[in-house]
Nanobody, 121 residues
Framework: QVQLVESGGGLVQPGGSLRLSCVAS????????MAWYRQAPGKERELVAS???????NYADSVKGRFTISRDNAKNTVYLQMVSLKPDDTADYYC???????????????WGQGTLVTVSS
């Protein structure tokens, strides 16, 4: 069993900053991709940023230049540093990972439970 646990969400004023964290735990052999998605009320879930084990990153156009994804592979942790936050960034943020469990040959997609980010004055 593999679990992802997010933390760091909360209420922040427009222009403020937050850092989200996501820790993967369980019987993990390798994590190929770690990513952040978000879902605002009434909208579909969308990819915010992703990071591969080869340090390749990808960002949604709406967050480029404001959000930074980073990983600590030794800790199976991914971070999302968010600056210059806007009300449109308000959403539930979900951690996602492609995980190879010990003794298995296929990668498993795992989701966290989500953490709420609210940007409001």
């Amino acid at each position: 069993q593999v679990q992802l646990v997010e933390s760091g969400g909360g209420l922040v004023q427009p222009g403020g900053s937050l850092r989200l964290s996501c820790v993967a735990s369980g019987s993990i052999w390798n994590i190929r991709v770690m990513a952040w998605y978000r879902q605002a009320p009434g909208k579909e879930r969308e990819l915010v940023a992703s990071s591969t084990s080869g340090d390749s990153t990808n960002y949604a156009d709406s967050v480029k230049g404001r959000f930074t994804i980073s990983r600590d592979n030794a800790k199976n942790t991914v971070y999302l540093q968010m600056v210059s936050l806007k009300p449109d960034d308000t959403a539930d943020y979900y951690c996602n990972a492609e995980v190879l469990r010990r003794g298995r040959s296929r990668y498993l997609e795992v989701w966290g439970q989500g953490t709420l980010v609210t940007v409001s004055s």
